[in-house]
């Protein structure tokens, strides 16, 4: 910036517009040093406020030279400008290390409000330098406001040397001055430093330190700091009560948790009706509401459980309701069991008591349980969807064999949600109770509206092995008479009881004039892809094929990975390993040449198998890499990267027709030092006509590269190992 450009920003910085000084100030950074510093300081001194935040801003962009911080030090020596001082003391500690000495220097010949910003400026640099000389001046200073100071510079350099510190900091607590006494105290507990007990109970009896002391003893271990905090909450007022409260909160959510309970019951319902009282005002922060709730049940208040269930229904509250409830625990359980069976409560609030609820019952025996469980049988007949899904939902977990015949009626609802959760839950049962579920089929294929039940009940025995030969029969009937779906349930039953007659009902299934029938159809096939040996997989995958439904055949493959994935939630049998290889076969063939989502779903099958280092699934995963679709062989790319023995295959994306593979494959084998990928690069290099991967591959080859730079011997074809960078590149891919 020439001499012109200089005198336009000292003209624009004397304007009495203030947004003028300001854009002036802005461009201080672009002057030279000798140039800048002068009008840095005028600007900091400025009447609006905006000027000097906007000066202590450009200041950064000033070499930290010493002519800048002397300037800066002028500023402390002397004056009535507040603004400026402050505004100095900010430039002064965003410098650092660079005016560690400068300020050290001038510490000696400054007035007391000067020492005390020079003590500021190096507590923000952050220098572990300033460290000693603040100890000393700690020491030996006369003004107390100073010394005051300089503990509060040190413990602003805890996250330096922390064990020196609070060395410091706790000998301070015997300061002759209760303002270093109160700084050492804050300093500690911003810290993160427990203050040994013994130190720290003197100081409650200071109405000046008893604040802090109250914070810091959220730190404690011993059980007097819960008797001495919760005394203090008991008869705190005004701001005094809600700085107790987050201190108690704190040690009832640790290891003194049992003693903050005795204590608060110790201290009389008052203070229990106060904090249900706290808890349940909605003018109130959220986060005392919480805190409020949650002593409040620990005081077991009598009003907390209503507070808590009012809580329920509020969003930002509602953990902290359902940890309240749980404290109260049993005691409270007719108060919730009142609120559950209330209609006109709101449902939100009801439905998140069912899960308490059912939380609580299996934690105890005896009349507890049986009480809840007969709640929840009440609320599974609740005209609610959420209120009935939950405890149909808590009644799988924790019912008995009485509940099969409450989850074969919540199978009828037009609720589908109660309907699904109905469904999960005779699933359930039937497996826990197969005697009783068998006993119960009797009655449920008698009635054609329960021939869903029946499916479902036949389908849960099977998954055992406890079907018998009358299943079948009853199941292909269904699969073609039955509803929707009844026929969806028959086609999954069916599956699971396997035969000819199974094959039969399954490949009526996929013509079904219901969508969810046909792909219940083909999720079964896919799984028994993996667990038969016949019919084999290519004839399974042909049959679907043939329906010319490339979403069936989608969902066929994608059951197939399923079915060889040991994370598969309705897993009942370990899978094959390895897979079969016809299987492996066929689905190589589909990822080279079949539809995008076919191909996308037998990538995403052959993956489950790649990890367990199974060679043929890595070369069916390659074949996917000819895909004309680009995403197809982006996925593909992305499977292979995850271990060494898919990343030998990447080079062929480099051949790739869509630029985005290709560019793709640069990225990953620049993120692993694979034997043979730079010369693999290097020869696409010449031949590469797209400017983007053409420029990713100079920089993947370029001395500075993170992974051909420093290359090590090949690594094993074997190693499991992910490339770094896998992770990021996938998420900006996706």
């Not at 969003?315 to 109260?328: C, F, G, I, P, Q």
């Not at 199974?502 to 009526?508: I, N, Q």
């Not at 499977?639 to 593979?661: F, I, Q, W, Y």
Request: proline share 5%; net charge negative; charged share 25%.
């Amino acid at each position: 910036m020439g001499p012109s450009d200089s005198e336009s920003v000292r003209l624009a910085l004397a304007s009495v517009n203030a947004e003028e000084r300001r854009l002036a100030t802005s461009r201080l950074a672009e002057l030279d040093p000798a140039e800048a510093i002068p009008l840095l300081v005028r600007a900091l001194g400025d009447d609006d406020w905006r000027v000097r935040k906007e000066a202590t801003v450009a200041a950064r962009g000033i070499p930290p030279e010493p002519g800048l911080v002397a300037a800066m030090i002028d500023v402390l020596r002397a004056g009535d400008n507040v603004g400026l001082r402050n505004a100095a003391v900010e430039v002064l500690a965003a410098t650092g290390s660079a005016a560690t000495t400068g300020l050290l220097a001038a510490l000696g010949e400054l007035d007391a409000d000067g020492r005390k910003l020079t003590i500021e400026a190096l507590g923000g640099g952050g220098d572990p330098a300033s460290l000693g000389p603040l100890e000393a001046l700690l020491a030996r200073d006369a003004d107390d406001n100073v010394r005051a100071a300089a503990a509060l510079a040190i413990a602003q350099l805890g996250v330096i040397a922390p064990a020196h510190v609070q060395e410091i900091l706790l000998q301070c607590l015997d300061d002759r001055d209760r303002l270093v006494r109160l700084t050492a105290l804050e300093g500690l507990a911003a810290l993160r430093a427990a203050t040994p007990w013994e130190r720290l109970a003197p100081l409650f009896d200071d109405p000046m330190l008893r604040g802090a002391a109250i914070t810091a003893a959220a730190l404690s271990d011993r059980p007097e700091a819960a008797q001495a905090v919760a005394r203090e909450l008991g008869r705190a007022r005004a701001g005094g009560f809600t700085q107790a409260l987050p201190a108690l909160a704190q040690l009832a959510d640790g290891p003194l948790s049992a003693r903050v309970e005795a204590a608060l019951r110790a201290e009389g319902p008052e203070l229990g009706a106060r904090l249900a009282q706290l808890a349940a005002d909605v003018t109130q922060p959220t986060e005392l509401r919480a805190m409020a709730l949650r002593l409040a049940a620990a005081a077991r208040a009598e009003a907390a459980a209503g507070a808590a269930f009012a809580a329920l229904s509020e969003e930002m509250l509602t953990d902290a309701a359902r940890n309240a409830l749980l404290v109260l625990g049993a005691p409270a359980l007719p108060s919730m069991l009142a609120h559950l069976d209330d209609p006109a409560a709101p449902v939100d609030a009801r439905a998140q008591l069912v899960e308490v609820l059912a939380e609580i019952a299996s934690n105890h025996r005896g009349a507890v349980a049986t009480g809840v469980l007969g709640a929840l049988r009440r609320a599974a007949r609740d005209d609610a969807r959420d209120v009935a899904s939950g405890a149909l939902n808590a009644l799988a977990r924790l019912g008995d064999e009485s509940d099969l015949a409450l989850a074969a009626a919540g199978t009828l609802s037009k609720e589908r949600a109660i309907a699904a959760a109905a469904e999960a839950a005779l699933s359930t049962l039937s497996g826990r109770f197969p005697e009783a579920a068998r006993a119960h089929i009797a009655r449920l294929v008698e009635s054609e509206p329960h021939h869903l039940a029946a499916a479902l009940v036949m389908g849960a025995l099977a998954g055992l092995g406890a079907d018998e030969g009358d299943d079948a029969t009853f199941l292909a009937h269904v699969a073609t008479t039955g509803n929707t779906d009844a026929r969806r349930a028959a086609v999954l039953a069916v599956a699971e009881i396997g035969g000819t007659a199974a094959m039969e009902v399954l490949s009526f299934a996929l013509a079904d004039e219901e969508r969810e029938v046909r792909f219940a159809a083909a999720r079964a096939l896919g799984r028994r892809c993996v667990a038969l040996a016949s019919p084999s997989p290519s004839e399974i995958l042909d049959l679907v094929e043939r329906t010319g439904a490339s979403e069936l055949v989608a969902t066929t493959v994608r059951a197939v990975g399923e079915g060889m994935s040991l994370a598969y939630s309705e897993r009942r049998s370990a899978p094959p390993a390895p897979p079969p290889p016809e299987l492996i076969s066929v689905l190589a063939l589909f990822a080279r040449g079949a539809p995008s989502a076919v191909a996308l779903a037998a990538v995403d099958a052959l993956g489950q198998t790649i990890a367990a280092g199974t060679l043929a699934a890595c070369d069916a995963i390659a074949a996917a890499l000819e895909h004309p679709d680009a995403s197809v062989a982006k996925a593909a790319a992305f499977k292979l990267a995850e271990t060494a023995l898919g990343r030998e295959a990447l080079g062929r994306c480099l051949d790739h027709p869509s630029p985005g593979v290709r560019l793709l494959a640069v990225e990953l084998l620049a993120e692993v030092d694979l034997a043979g990928a730079r010369a693999r690069l290097t020869r696409r290099s010449l031949v590469e006509l797209d400017r983007d991967v053409r420029n990713a591959i100079d920089r993947a080859l370029s001395p500075g590269s993170r992974s051909f730079g420093s290359m090590g011997p090949p690594q094993s074809a074997h190693e499991g190992t992910p490339p770094r960078g896998l992770s990021r590149l996938g998420e900006g891919d996706r």
